[in-house]
C-alpha cells in the first residue's frame, strides 16, 4: 500500500515538475516573443506598438538587457527623451557584453544630442566608437562616426563633422546604411550656405530611402529638402516639401521631429515676412519640444518668438537661478535710452542665498536629499522676498536651473520639491542655451546679428554670435577664466615668484593657441561688431579705470585692455590704486570707492593678473583694435533668459500660450 502512495507520491511530483517546467518554457516564449515584437515593430516603422510590446517585454523580463534597451529605443523614436534617457539608463546597468555597451552609448549619444548637452554626447559616441574600433567592424565604426560628425556639426565644427562624414562613407557598403550620411552633409552644406549642393545629396538620400521603404528617414529627408528651398527662397516649393514631410512624421509619430517641422514652417513663413503664421507655427514647436524635454530647441523656438516682436525690452523681469553654489534672485528694470537699440537696466533687487547642492554630486552623482530640501527651500524664500519686496506677481517669476545641474542624475527630484513649494514651473538650462541666453542678456536686440560677446568668467571664457538671423548659435569656449587659468599657473609655479611670466607663458601655450584654432574655424571672430563683454574682469576692468561711470552699456577701447593689463601685471603684480580725487560728487565718490574695494575683495591679485592676462591674449589675437567694444554691465545669461521667455508670459496672457 506504502509503494503505491509513493508511486502515486513520485507520478504527482512527476507532474508537477512536469507541469513547472511547461509553465516556465511558456513564459521564456512569451518573454522572447514580446521582446522580438519590439525589435520588429521598430524595424516596421511601427513605433507605438514597439513601445507597447517594449513595455510588456519589460514586465516579463524585469532585469533584461534586450527588453529596456528596445523599449527605450522605441521612446527615442517618437522623439520622447526624458523616457529613452531612462531605459538606456536601466539598459546599460542589465548589459551582458561589450557590443551590448557599444550599442547602448550609441543610443545615449543620439538622446543627449537632441536633449542638447553635446559634451556627454561626444562622450558617449567617442566611447562607442572605441568599442567598434575594438571589435573591428566596419558597420559599427562607421555608425559611431556618423553620430560624432553630428555632434560636431552641432557645435559649428563643420569641418571636422565633413571628415568624419566622409570617412563613415568610405566604410559604408549597404547603399541604405549612405543615404542617412548624404542626408547628414546636406545639413552641414544648408548651414554653410551651399543650398544647391545640400539638395544634390537630399535627392541622392530621398532616392535610397524610397527605394529601401525606410518611411522615417525618408521623411526627414524631405523635411531637410523643403528647408533647403527656403534657403533658396523657393518658398512654394519649400512649403509643398515641408508640409509633405510634416504630414509623413505625424504618421510615424516621431514628435522630436514633427515640432522640427513646425520650427522649419516657422522660419520658412519668418523669411516671406509672414509674423503671424511664423509665430503659430513657433508656438506649435515650442509646446512640442517642452512636452519632449528637448531642452536645446526650446531655447532656439523662444528666441524665434522673440525675434518676431522686434522690440527693446522694456518693464520690470523677475528671475531666479540655481547655481552650483546656491540660488540668486533678481529683479531688474529697463527703459529706453536716447541712444538708438541701447537701454538703462536698473537692478532694483538681487538676494543670494548659498546652499549645499553640489556637494556630494562629484562622488556619487546625484543631489543628497538634505541639499535637495535646502535649495527648494531657498527659492521659495526669494520667491516671497521678491513678490514682497518688488511687487511682482509669483506667476511672472521664472525659476532656471544652471547647466552644472542640469545633467545630475536626480535633477528631476530637485525640479519636483521646488514646483511643490513654490506652485511654479522650473525649467533647466544647458550650456550652448546658456550661450544663446548670454548673448541676449548682454547684447541689445538691435545688434543681436551682428556683434559678438566675449564673457570671462571663473572658470571658462565663452565667445559666441548669432548667425541665419538669430536661428544659429555660434560659440566657442577656452577652458580658463580668470580663477582656473590663476590655479593652473600655480601647479606649474607653486612659490608664485615672477607670475606674471608663468602667466605670459601660459598665454602662449595654451591660450592664444586655442584662439587661433577657433578664428580659424570661426572667421567671424575676427571681424564682428560691437563686441559686448562681460564677466568679472571686465567688471574690474571698468571699474579700475573708470570708476565714476556707471553706464549700462560702457565704452571701452582695445587700448583700455593694454592700460589695465599694464596697471595690474606688468607695474603692480595684482596690486592697484585708484585716485577717486577727481570726482567731485560726494555720493558717486563713495559709490565708487565702495565697487574698487568689491573688486579686491572679490578678486586675489592672481586671479586679476590671470584676468588681465586673458583679456590682453583675445585682445591682441582677435585684434579687437579698432573695433567698437562695450562692457555689458548688467549682461548675463539669467537676464537673457528671464527676459527672453517673457515671450511666454506675454503670450500667456494674451491667450495664445500654453
Known amino acids: 500500500m506504502l509503494a503505491k502512495r509513493r508511486g502515486v507520491i513520485f507520478v504527482l511530483i512527476a507532474s508537477l515538475l512536469l507541469f513547472s517546467a511547461t509553465i516556465s518554457y511558456a513564459q521564456k516564449v512569451q518573454k522572447q516573443n514580446e521582446i522580438d515584437k519590439c525589435f520588429n515593430y521598430s524595424k516596421a516603422g511601427d513605433y507605438q506598438r514597439a513601445i507597447e510590446a517594449g513595455k510588456k517585454a519589460v514586465k516579463l523580463y524585469p532585469k533584461g538587457y534586450d527588453a529596456h534597451y528596445c523599449l527605450g529605443n522605441g521612446y527615442l523614436l517618437i522623439g520622447q527623451l526624458e523616457l529613452a534617457l531612462s531605459y538606456m539608463k536601466k539598459a546599460e546597468k542589465f548589459a551582458f557584453s561589450k557590443k551590448d555597451l557599444m550599442v547602448t552609448y550609441n543610443r545615449f549619444g543620439v538622446i543627449y544630442e537632441r536633449i ?5 554626447a561626444i562622450m558617449y559616441n567617442s566611447k562607442s566608437m572605441s568599442m567598434a574600433r575594438e571589435s573591428g567592424n566596419a558597420k559599427d565604426i562607421a555608425t559611431a562616426l556618423n553620430n560624432l560628425a553630428g555632434n560636431y556639426k552641432n557645435k559649428d565644427d563643420t569641418e571636422k563633422a565633413l571628415e568624419y562624414y566622409e570617412e563613415s562613407l568610405g566604410l559604408r557598403t549597404d547603399e541604405a546604411d549612405k543615404a542617412t550620411t548624404y542626408n547628414n552633409i546636406a545639413v552641414i552644406y544648408c548651414e554653410k550656405g551651399d543650398y544647391r549642393k545640400a539638395v544634390g545629396y537630399l535627392e541622392k538620400a530621398i532616392d535610397i530611402h524610397s527605394r529601401t521603404g525606410n518611411y522615417r528617414s525618408l521623411a526627414i529627408d524631405i523635411l531637410n529638402l523643403g528647408n533647403a528651398y527656403r534657403g533658396m527662397k523657393d518658398f512654394d516649393r519649400g512649403l509643398t516639401k515641408l508640409s509633405e514631410g510634416l504630414a509623413m512624421i505625424q504618421k510615424v509619430g516621431d514628435k522630436y521631429w514633427e515640432a522640427y517641422a513646425y520650427q522649419y514652417i516657422g522660419w520658412l513663413y519668418r523669411d516671406k515676412g509672414d509674423k503671424a503664421s511664423a509665430k503659430a507655427n513657433y508656438l506649435v514647436a515650442y509646446n512640442m519640444y517642452i512636452s519632449i524635454g528637448s531642452k536645446a530647441r526650446v531655447a532656439d523656438v523662444l528666441y524665434a518668438l522673440s525675434t518676431l516682436e522686434k522690440r527693446t525690452p522694456t518693464g520690470t523681469y523677475a528671475g531666479i537661478e540655481i547655481g552650483s553654489k546656491g540660488v540668486k534672485g533678481m529683479v531688474v528694470e529697463i527703459t529706453p535710452t536716447d541712444r538708438e537699440g541701447f537701454y538703462d537696466l536698473k537692478e532694483i533687487f538681487r538676494h543670494n542665498i548659498n546652499t549645499s547642492i553640489i556637494s556630494g554630486v562629484a562622488k556619487t552623482g546625484m543631489f543628497s536629499d538634505t541639499a535637495i530640501d535646502e535649495t527648494a527651500a531657498a527659492v521659495k524664500k526669494i520667491m516671497d522676498m521678491i513678490v514682497e519686496q518688488a511687487n511682482i506677481k509669483k506667476e511672472d517669476i521664472r525659476i532656471v536651473a544652471s547647466s552644472a545641474l542640469t545633467y545630475v542624475q536626480n535633477a528631476g527630484s530637485l ?86 611670466s608663468t602667466l605670459s607663458g601660459l598665454s602662449a601655450n595654451k591660450i592664444k593657441p586655442l584662439l587661433k584654432q577657433e578664428a580659424t574655424k570661426k572667421p567671424p571672430i575676427l571681424e564682428r561688431t560691437p563686441v559686448f563683454m562681460t564677466g568679472g574682469a571686465v567688471w574690474a576692468m571698468a571699474t579700475i579705470l573708470y570708476p565714476e561711470n556707471k553706464e549700462s552699456f560702457m565704452h571701452l577701447k582695445a587700448d583700455d585692455i593694454n592700460k589695465f593689463y599694464d596697471m595690474v601685471v606688468k607695474k603692480k603684480n595684482g596690486n592697484f590704486n585708484v585716485n577717486l580725487s577727481k570726482i567731485k560728487n560726494k555720493e558717486a565718490r563713495a559709490n565708487a570707492e565702495k565697487q574698487i574695494n568689491s573688486v579686491k575683495k572679490v578678486f586675489t591679485a592672481d586671479n586679476l593678473m590671470a584676468g588681465a592676462t586673458i583679456l590682453k591674449a583675445i585682445s591682441d589675437d582677435l585684434k579687437l583694435n579698432g573695433r567698437e567694444l562695450y562692457f555689458s554691465r548688467y549682461g548675463g545669461w539669467l537676464f537673457g533668459y528671464i527676459s527672453t521667455v517673457a515671450v511666454d508670459i506675454e503670450n500667456k496672457k494674451k491667450g495664445a500660450g500654453r
Open 116 to 120: 542638447g548637452d553635446l559634451d556627454n
Open 415 to 500: 525640479e519636483a520639491k521646488v514646483n511643490r513649494l513654490t506652485g511654479a514651473n522650473m525649467d533647466f538650462a544647458f550650456k550652448d542655451g546658456e550661450v544663446l541666453y548670454g548673448i541676449l542678456g548682454a547684447v541689445p536686440n538691435k545688434y543681436e546679428n551682428s556683434a559678438m560677446l566675449i564673457d570671462v568668467g571663473s572658470g571658462n571664457t565663452k565667445i559666441g554670435y548669432l548667425e541665419d538671423g538669430g536661428s544659429k548659435t555660434v560659440s566657442a569656449e577656452l577652458p580658463y577664466g580668470t580663477v582656473s587659468f590663476s590655479e593652473e599657473a600655480k601647479k606649474i609655479n607653486p612659490s608664485g615668484a615672477n607670475y606674471a
